[in-house]
């Protein structure tokens, strides 16, 4: 490589690149081996039929008193699995006293229920809240992500077509 003297520093070229020739080349011959040939297709197991319907778990927070009621209620409208967990308020009496509430025991109403009827089972759920006598509650929904298994998806989505 050449070098030469810029400012009393050595540069050093770069190396020019050199021009491609094109060869010609033999062309390999085609030869199968019998290693190469592509395997069989597996057979395609019976597809199912799984619900594209996303499922909701449904938290309803009542008054213990009328757990059951919204419990029966939310069942008639198509959860396929719910239940109560009992539960108690942590406010104090002074507290209690300066939101109005009388009554610091409650019950969550855990259900499963299919997205697509999610804001009928809710706009059903607060027009109970507002028209039944002590009945006030709060009710919200989250989705699931995830259920493992076919099975256990059909049961929580009361798909009973595929049990037998």
């Known amino acids: 490589m050449d070098t030469e ?15 491609k020739v094109k060869t010609k080349q033999e ?10 040939k592509k395997p069989a297709a597996a057979p395609k197991a019976k597809e199912k039929n799984v619900s ?33 967990a009992m539960g108690e308020g942590t406010a104090n009496a002074k507290m209690l006293d300066m939101l109005g509430l009388t009554d610091s025991l409650k019950a969550a109403v855990f259900s499963v229920i299919k997205e697509s009827s999610q804001n009928k089972i809710l706009r059903t759920l607060d027009d109970k809240f ?10 919200f929904t989250v989705p699931f992500s995830s259920v493992i298994g076919a099975s256990v998806f059909n049961f929580l989505s009361d798909n009973r077509m595929t049990f037998k």
Do not use: C, H, W
Not at 5 to 19: G, I, W
Not at 29 to 34: F, G, L, Q
Not at 52 to 81: C, F, H, P, S, W
């Open 27 to 36: 062309p390999k011959p085609k030869v199968k081996a019998a290693s190469d």
């Open 130 to 139: 507002v028209s039944i006598k002590d009945g006030k509650g709060i009710a």
């Open 52 to 84: 594209t319907n996303r499922l909701m778990l449904l938290v309803t927070i009542v008054n213990r008193r009328k757990a059951e009621y919204y419990a029966d209620l939310i069942q008639d409208m198509g959860a396929n699995l719910s239940f109560v």
């Open 5 to 19: 003297k810029t400012n009393n520093r050595k540069v050093k070229d770069k190396p020019q690149a050199k021009p």
